[in-house]
């Protein structure tokens, strides 16, 4: 069994992404806890039902079963599109449309609670190339992961290994991954409206 050094938190959607990288981390031979963080959003459930259908047909013992952590951000967003419904943003949006504010700010804080708690030293997320968010870029990730590891008294690390790749990049090199049971946020409007949602989840 590999060691807790030989140990990483991934956070996940059940994207290309996300998925993609747990194939990487898989065979480098690590061992992973998949991480989903629950806030809310129209789209969840989803996308948690394709993330489990992704799960169950890549898994393996180095695989730990999904931990969902309740995040709920209502009370910080209030009315924004991802659980208001009203003024969706498409495909074509520009980005500042589409950001979520300081999604990944919440969403590695949270998992640095968990991996110091769990003494897993590692946080990966599927962050690609030109991705134009400033709490996604590696310098700020790298900043932040010397403030939780002063903070929570445990080493911590935050990887995007993925820093340098595009999503065209990826679906060429995803052989044998199931890339039909991933789920893609392109569409934002058609899930928030409840369009093509799956008629239960896992």
């Keep these: 069994m590999a060691s807790r050094s030989a140990t990483a938190c991934l956070l996940v959607s059940g994207g290309l992404d996300s998925g993609f990288l747990l ?14 963080l629950r806030c809310g959003f ?31 951000v209502r009370s910080i967003y209030g009315n924004h599109w991802s659980l208001s419904g009203r003024r969706v943003p498409s495909a074509g949006s ?23 708690r769990q003494r897993i030293p590692t946080i990966a997320l599927g962050v690609l190339r ?20 002063h903070a929570l008294g445990h080493s911590l690390r935050v990887l995007t290994p993925l820093i340098r790749s595009r999503k065209t990049t990826l679906i060429r090199r995803a052989a044998g991954l199931p890339l039909e049971l ?5 569409q934002p409007k058609w899930w928030v409206l409840g369009e093509q949602m799956p008629s239960r989840p896992l």
């Design 23 to 36: 194939q990487q981390l898989l065979r480098q031979r690590i061992r992973v806890l998949p991480l989903y």
């Design 130 to 149: 030109g991705n134009p968010f400033g709490d996604a870029s590696p310098r700020v990730l790298d900043e932040f992961a010397r403030v939780l590891t």
């Design 42 to 72: 129209r789209w969840e459930a989803a996308e948690l039902y394709w993330l489990r259908c992704f799960l169950r047909a890549v898994r393996t013992p180095r695989l730990a079963p999904l931990r969902v952590v309740e995040l709920p």
């Design 182 to 186: 991933t789920f893609s946020c392109l």
């Design 94 to 116: 520009p980005d500042d449309a589409v950001y979520l504010p300081g999604r990944n700010v919440l969403l590695v804080g949270c998992a640095a609670v968990v991996c110091a």
